[in-house]
């Protein structure tokens, strides 16, 4: 057992003899992954392997100009709601056109304006409309 152990604190030794001195591995990482392009990483609370994000969010703004008109969610559930982040953004933009987008979901409204449907009714009957 000694002999084990005395093997690896002497490969760990020379593993670390391996890297030269002064090599800057900063040149490698770009910081902006992983963000929305302005260094936000949202570490938030981590529940059963998923980071979570505290506050408002949504994951498509449609625009005209310079005015938000729709916005649209994209989840990944048969049984799709609206969270309350997503509530606060669109009182904020005040849209009128609200989407939360799904796979395999029906058509139909979740509020008074904010409506549930899959991709493909979205891209052929809505999108146009915005």
Not at 83 to 97: A, H, P, S
Request: aromatic letters at 14%; charged letters at 20%; one cysteine or more.
């Amino acid at each position: 057992m000694r002999l084990i152990v005395a093997f690896f604190f002497i490969l760990i030794f020379l593993t670390s003899w391996t890297q030269p001195a002064g090599t800057d591995y900063t040149q490698y990482v770009n910081p902006f992954i992983g963000t929305k392009k302005m260094g936000h990483t949202f570490p938030g609370v981590v529940i059963f392997y998923r980071m979570m994000q505290l506050g408002s969010e949504l994951d498509i703004v449609f625009v005209k100009g310079l005015q938000p008109v729709a916005t649209a969610e994209i989840k990944f559930t048969s049984s799709p709601s609206p969270e309350k982040g997503m509530v606060n953004c669109i009182e904020d933009l005040k849209t009128k056109k609200n989407f939360i987008i799904t796979p395999l979901s029906d058509d139909y409204l979740a509020k008074e304006n904010i409506r549930v449907c899959n991709l493909p009714v979205f891209l052929e009957k809505y999108l146009h409309e915005i």
